[in-house]
């Protein structure tokens, strides 16, 4: 398992299915070493506010990228969103929806919440795996942090 | 016929008279007392006047005044008749003492007579003359105080004392002691003569209107004849018979020729007296006459006059009683077009009232109520009123003007077919019956009400009886024509009120209707807006749940064909490959019902859409990447539409992706055509195609969702595309519809709002 603190992609999935081929994508693109997977919305925020099982977390030690399921169990992913976005320790951390729904109004409450990028997972393979493996590019190779 | 002039002198003269008897009396008392000779007799060795007939006078003056100045005063009057007592006393017991020869101690009571020998005889006392003078004096001023109506005798008495005591005064005039000495008795002093006569006189003034001076004091020739001649009558023959006396006694004539002469004088100057005294009277006679005349003719023409002025007024006065009578009859009429008025008003109030009712309200029972008591308060014939209105086969009193009680238990519901009112209602016309007494059709609680006359009139509604309104009079034939009209009128009003009543039912039950239709629908549309939640949850549920497995089955069989494609022959791929195009329809599919179910729920967002520009870019977007695939595309002006862009875009999409799939076996001669044009307010749309087309025998199929003309193998689609462009044009208020012909290509037709108003 990566070290917490060095940690690049913080993957919030609750299906199984989902976490294996998105992180076959990666691996893909040999992006996947720096990768979390946490399988819920409480979790997400434990890990990102360093709080329960990841109290020897530090805040600060942002990950370059957050993929976020919105439908999760516990804490739903538009909540999780707004937490991350109305703290200040975390509001810059790039975070990318990555999920199901093509609901108009998903889309449009989580731009509002602040987030980087809204990506619906194609059915078809192919695209689904081309579409991680842009955003990992982008997200971690292009894109320039704040310091 | 009194003559006031002399009355008046007559009575200053008795006024003055008693005035002068009481001095002659007072003098001669102060004589009496002061012992002063002249006072007692005037001239001295004349006879004096008595004591006692100086208070006689001063009696009798002062009784003679009080009855003139005093004659009111009862007081005086009693006083007067006892001075008048006194004076008769007086008179009569002298006489007496001279009847009886004795000395009553009367003649010296006051003052004894010093000269008692000188007259020879009773010294002090009286002559009789004068004692008889006072009796009958004393009498007549008793008479005239006592018995007012007795002047005659009073006057005559007066005259009588006068005349003796004239006698004596002629006796001292003539110088015959004779006249004023009786034998040896003393004799009457002149002062007591001439006292007599002015008492005698002014007691036969008073009240000279009255008694025998009431023949001199008349105004008339009579009366004025004597007041001419009188005093001749009495001072003629006195100068004659002293003129005659003087020459006798100085011897120019003897006594025969004195006489001779005195009568013949007398004569003459009596005659003249009298000629003169007749003319002048014969003057004023006929003065006299000529004014009577005159007179007579002045009221000749007065009568006349009169007798005109009688008629005219008569004349006036019958011209007067015609008019009258012209004016009562006037008033007569005057009477009668003013009842007629007030009947006309009445009637007027009565129909005033009901239309007012009517039109004021739509109760059935207060507009009722309200006709019966104008009717009866201003119809007089009208003793009982009642409305009824028929429920079932019972006619029910709604207003009545106040049956007794025992009526109006029995008719408050009459049962069908009792009596008047259901044949009224039978044959839905006016009964008037002027006789009651006389019909059959009258039941019992009629005559209770003691009808004389009864008028049973029917409400018609819709033309049926609905009612009937009864009226009862004690008065028999109490109704005329007009007033049945006036009725007929009210009955008309009530059926305007029954009409406005059954309305106003209607559409209360209406409203009730209404309202509960109201409550179901929002209880209905609670269940949908929970129902459309339900969907709602459903369709994310479908949107994130149906996709995730779907993406697994596609995913892991790419990475077992990936990671083991050596252990697969040409069917395992081909087996992988059905698979997978599967799992994409499936992909597909759930998109497009998504997006069809979304559409129930998103509002139009209506906004001007230009059709030709979009229209262009979805075909940029939808053409095929090989060119030689792409099909001809005529685009034509097409008309502003008004719409939902997102949704317009997806109609557009839809139709010329299925115009590009099914022209695509066309090849290079595949064309697709876009016409538009304005029509009213909507913009008629058509995409017409030459591919395959379809048999309108499936026309109605073709907007259905999943209805498919076409196997997957030829085409492929999800039979939801249509579905989904009808769907949005009927939400904007258009129509969509199609031709086509097998192999021929196909023509949908769609129609958008021109503009906002035309948005439904």
């Avoid at chain 2, 036969?204 to 007041?227: C, K, Q, Y």
């Avoid at chain 2, 307010?681 to 907007?703: C, S």
Wanted: some cysteine.
């Amino acid at each position: 398992m990566t070290d917490i603190n060095q940690v690049e992609i913080l993957l919030v999935e609750d299906n199984p299915n989902d976490e294996e081929l998105t992180l076959r994508a990666l691996k893909k693109n040999n992006i996947a070493n720096n990768v979390h997977v946490v399988r819920d919305g409480a979790e997400a925020l434990d890990f990102i506010f360093a709080s329960g099982p990841y109290t020897s977390r530090r805040v600060e030690s942002r990950p370059k990228v957050i993929l976020l399921d919105l439908k999760l169990p516990k804490v739903d992913g538009l909540e999780v969103l707004k937490r991350i976005k109305s703290d200040d320790r975390t509001s810059m951390t790039p975070v990318v929806v990555l999920t199901s729904s093509k609901e108009e109004r998903d889309i449009v409450e989580s731009y509002k919440l602040g987030v980087s990028s809204y990506i619906v997972k194609p059915v078809d393979f192919d695209k689904f795996i081309q579409a991680v493996s842009q955003l990992g590019l982008y997200w971690l190779l292009l894109n320039q942090p704040p310091g | 016929m009194i003559a006031p002039r002399v009355v008046a002198i007559l009575n200053t003269f008795s006024k003055t008279a008693s005035l002068v008897v009481i001095v002659i009396g007072m003098l001669v008392l102060a004589g009496w007392v002061a012992d002063v000779e002249t006072l007692k007799a005037v001239l001295p060795g004349y006879e004096p006047m008595k004591v006692n007939t100086s208070i006689g006078f001063i009696f009798g003056g002062l009784s003679l005044w009080l009855l003139l100045s005093r004659s009111g005063n009862r007081t005086a009057r009693i006083v007067a008749g006892i001075l008048a007592f006194f004076v008769v006393v007086i008179g009569s017991l002298t006489l007496l003492e001279y009847l009886t020869w004795r000395e009553f101690g009367i003649d010296n009571l006051i003052f004894a007579d010093p000269d008692a020998d000188m007259s020879g005889g009773f010294a002090g006392r009286m002559s009789p003359l004068s004692a008889v003078n006072f009796t009958i004096l004393g009498a007549a001023l008793l008479i005239l105080i006592t018995r007012p109506g007795k002047e005659p005798y009073s006057g005559v008495l007066a005259l009588v004392a006068a005349f003796a005591s004239l006698l004596s005064v002629l006796g001292y005039i003539y110088g015959v002691a004779a006249f004023y000495t009786f034998y040896t008795y003393s004799s009457v002093a002149l002062n007591t003569a001439i006292a007599s006569i002015v008492l005698a006189l002014g007691i036969l003034f008073v009240r000279p209107e009255r008694g025998i001076m009431s023949v001199i004091t008349m105004d008339t020739l009579g009366g004025m004849m004597a007041r001419r001649v009188l005093p001749w009558a009495i001072l003629l023959p006195f100068f004659f018979g002293w003129l005659r006396l003087k020459g006798q006694e100085l011897g120019y004539y003897d006594t025969g020729i004195g006489l001779s002469l005195f009568a013949v004088s007398t004569m003459v100057l009596f005659t003249l007296l009298i000629w003169f005294s007749a003319r002048s009277l014969n003057g004023s006679d006929i003065e006299r006459k000529q004014a009577e005349n005159e007179v007579h003719l002045l009221n000749q023409g007065l009568e006349r006059r009169v007798v005109e002025r009688t008629h005219e007024l008569q004349n006036a006065i019958n011209e007067l009683g015609r008019e009258v009578g012209e004016r009562h009859k006037a008033e007569d009429s005057l009477k009668v077009s003013l009842e007629e008025l007030s009947r006309k008003n009445r009637m007027e109030t009565i129909i005033n009232a009901i239309t007012g009712s009517v039109h004021g309200s739509v109760d059935l029972r207060e507009v009722l109520s309200n006709a019966v008591k104008s009717i009866k308060e201003n119809m007089p014939g009208v003793d009982f009123i009642g409305v009824f209105m028929i429920e079932d086969k019972n006619a029910v009193l709604m207003a009545d003007s106040g049956y007794p009680e025992d009526v109006y238990e029995k008719i408050k519901v009459i049962p069908y077919p009792k009596g008047l009112t259901w044949k009224t209602v039978e044959e839905g016309k006016t009964m008037y019956c002027p006789d009651a007494e006389n019909d059959t059709t009258i039941g019992q609680a009629g005559r209770a009400l003691g009808t004389k006359s009864y008028i049973s009139m029917p409400i018609r509604y819709d033309e049926k009886t609905v009612g009937v309104i009864n009226i009862n009079s004690r008065t028999a034939d109490a109704f005329d024509k007009e007033e049945l009209s006036l009725l007929e009128t009210v009955a008309i009003q009530v059926e305007a009120a029954v009409h406005n009543a059954r309305i106003v039912e209607a559409l209360r039950a209406t409203e009730k209707e209404n309202r509960s239709l109201n409550e179901e629908l929002e209880r209905r549309l609670e269940e949908l807006t929970a129902v459309n939640k339900e969907l709602e949850a459903f369709s994310y549920s479908v949107s994130h749940d149906l996709r995730a497995p779907l993406r697994a089955i596609d995913g892991f069989s790419r990475i077992l064909l990936e990671d083991y494609s050596g252990m697969l022959d040409e069917e395992g791929h081909r087996l992988f490959s059905v698979i997978r195009s599967n799992t994409l329809n499936m992909g597909q599919l759930i998109d497009d019902l998504l997006a069809f179910s979304r559409l129930g729920r998103q509002d139009v967002v209506p906004l001007e859409v230009n059709i030709s520009e979009m229209a262009r870019q979805v075909f940029q977007e939808l053409q095929p990447h090989d060119s030689v695939k792409t099909p001809k595309f005529t685009l034509n002006h097409l008309p502003t539409a008004f719409g939902d862009r997102s949704m317009i875009r997806q109609v557009l999409t839809n139709l010329i992706s299925n115009a590009i799939k099914f022209t695509r076996d066309r090849g290079a001669e595949a064309a697709i055509e876009i016409t538009g044009h304005s029509n009213g307010r909507e913009n008629i749309y058509h995409i017409t195609d030459n591919g395959i087309g379809f048999d309108m025998a499936y026309v109605d199929k073709l907007f259905g969702v999943f209805q498919r003309l076409h196997s997957q193998n030829e085409f492929e689609g999800t039979g939801v595309g249509l579905a989904l462009v009808k769907r949005i044009v009927v939400r904007h208020g258009g129509r969509v519809w199609a031709e086509g012909k097998v192999g021929e290509g196909a023509s949908f037709y769609f129609t958008l709002p021109k503009d906002e108003g035309g948005l439904s």
